[in-house]
């Protein structure tokens, strides 16, 4: 395969800014430092590193519409040449990329604007349609997707103008587990049969790895690793802040084998097996004890209920939420799972007292919510929405935390921001936290440090229930697991109930155990059953 894309000695920085002009102010901040990469045409290659690392940076700079306000150094070029050329792009953001009202409109809409001939954009965006599968929403508005049904449309939008390259930063970040499958699945058929190169940001690292052909680990302003996924799975240490993100196969081969000789499973397939063939498993119980909270009740009074939630958004329109119910108690934390367009984020509204009901009631500490409340916070699920003012300083003395970035807020990164948006929102105490995907755009060692953040507010006895498509945080973090389905909440369940009775939203142990040990949950789990110390590497 030969180049498509090359990167030689690239830096790149940002000037920052005075808070109160606008002007550029003071030494470069450097983010990217002598970046040297070779995409290769028709191959599929992943880009990992730690949140607010330059990754988004980074896949900016490789196309020339989107490349940053900052002193940029060395070389990159397209195919041999200067101009950047045929780059479809996704950003992490799904509303950041739409730019009209209908979903035909936003298909059609990158082919019009390059003089298109009307007959063949129809041809293009009746095709790309049937492929995506996207038909049903075709003449829906923009405003009317789900963030994943329209990061499909982002993507879709793309294809449609036959790009040799993609570049894809974190798509699936707003995708349900199912979802985000078939999204990575329908890039692996654009690469396998369509020879479309792939550059992508993912922190799903378990589902994409077992895909590429080569590797970038960005750390410390520059790649510190090129290779395929098979050597930085033997050459990643286990306390690099990416290492909990890699395919969970390839670290329990690695951590039972010192030095593993041939090929390192990547897949769930290729780790069983692994597993039957070293470790002779047999079917077990765990014989370890289980704390079964059954939904709360008779423990202590709840903090929140609703009862017979009923909403939609008119009076023609369909119902979003259904009848949906839920307790939440002191000191808990409770997570919902369920498919993009469920009706999660309209349910967390109606509890935070953002949407009235057209039935049912909500009621905070036996009071009917009307209205936002005080004792209630609130994370949505686009946190720019929280951001007022022109720079992190500003953002953080608005609640009286010290913070002397200057950084304008919108030029985070998606973890960063997130990040940010929590800061704010925990810095007055609260009763109740509603959070929609907190956990969005964080590596594995931030997602950490959110979760000990949990826990120190549960320890409060603040009730928290949040909403997200990440399995593996859920089962590390949360008491009790719900699915909300068809605009209600069903088989809200202790954790390890919920995952342990599930195929498809459970967690990647659950998966490679499945049939050889029951109860296993968590990666810890695992080694228990493996008879591995927990304080080995």
Request: charged letters at 25%.
């Amino acid at each position: 395969m030969g180049t498509l894309l090359s990167l030689q000695n690239v830096s790149f920085g940002y000037y920052p800014t005075d808070e109160r002009t606008g002007e550029p102010t003071g030494e470069i901040c450097q983010v990217l430092s002598d970046i040297s990469m070779d995409i290769r045409e028709g191959g599929y290659h992943v880009l990992c590193g730690a949140t607010g690392c330059g990754k988004s940076t980074l896949l900016r700079l490789c196309k020339k519409e989107l490349v940053p306000v900052g002193k940029l150094d060395g070389t990159i070029r397209w195919n041999g040449a200067e101009d950047p050329g045929e780059i479809g792009f996704v950003m992490q953001n799904p509303g950041d990329q739409a730019v009209t009202d209908k979903v035909w409109h936003e298909l059609a809409f990158g082919a019009e604007n390059v003089g298109m001939e009307p007959g063949e954009i129809r041809r293009r965006v009746a095709e790309v349609s049937s492929y995506f599968g996207i038909g049903d929403w075709y003449d829906r508005r923009i405003t009317e997707l789900s963030g994943g049904q329209l990061q499909i449309v982002n993507l879709a939008a793309a294809v449609v103008m036959n790009p040799r390259l993609l570049i894809l930063d974190e798509p699936t970040s707003q995708l349900d587990p199912i979802a985000a499958i078939d999204f990575l699945r329908i890039l692996e058929k654009l690469n396998r049969e369509m020879g479309i190169t792939i550059l992508i940001v993912e922190h799903r690292l378990e589902e994409v790895l077992p895909t590429a052909d080569r590797v970038f680990y960005l750390e410390n302003k520059t790649i510190a690793f090129s290779g395929t996924p098979d050597e930085l799975m033997r050459r990643i240490p286990a306390d690099s802040v990416i290492y909990k993100a890699l395919p969970l196969a390839g670290r329990v081969a690695c951590r039972l084998e010192k030095d593993p000789e041939g090929s390192i499973p990547l897949t769930i397939r290729a780790g069983r097996s692994f597993l039957e063939a070293e470790c002779r498993l047999q079917r077990q119980a765990l014989s370890r004890s289980r704390k079964d909270m059954n939904d709360g009740e008779g423990e202590t009074a709840p903090v929140l209920t609703c009862r017979g939630l009923w909403f939609r958004y008119g009076r023609m329109e369909p119902d979003v939420v259904r009848g949906a119910e839920v307790n939440l108690y002191p000191g808990e934390c409770v997570c919902l799972l369920g498919g993009n367009g469920s009706g999660k984020t309209t349910f967390l509204k109606l509890l935070a007292g953002i949407l009235t009901p057209q039935e049912g009631t909500c009621r905070l500490l036996g009071e009917k919510i009307k209205g936002s409340r005080p004792q209630i916070g609130y994370l949505p699920q686009d946190v720019e929405t929280m951001f007022v003012t022109d720079s992190v300083h500003r953002e953080m003395k608005l609640v009286g935390i010290p913070d002397d970035r200057l950084t304008h807020p919108y030029d985070l990164s998606g973890g960063e921001k997130q990040q940010l948006a929590l800061r704010k929102l925990l810095a007055a105490e609260r009763r109740v936290l509603l959070l929609d995907e907190p956990g969005k755009g964080l590596d594995a060692s931030a997602k950490e440090q959110l979760g000990e953040l949990l826990n120190r507010e549960k320890e409060k006895g603040t009730a928290i229930l949040l909403v997200t498509h990440d399995c593996e945080f859920a089962a590390a973090y949360a008491d009790r697991c719900g699915l909300f389905f068809h605009g209600a909440v069903v088989s809200l369940e202790e954790k390890r109930t919920f995952f342990g009775r599930n195929r498809f939203y459970t967690t990647a142990a659950a998966r490679l155990a499945y049939g050889l040990y029951e109860g296993v949950l968590t990666e810890e789990d695992l080694y228990r059953e493996l008879g591995v110390s927990e304080e080995e590497p």
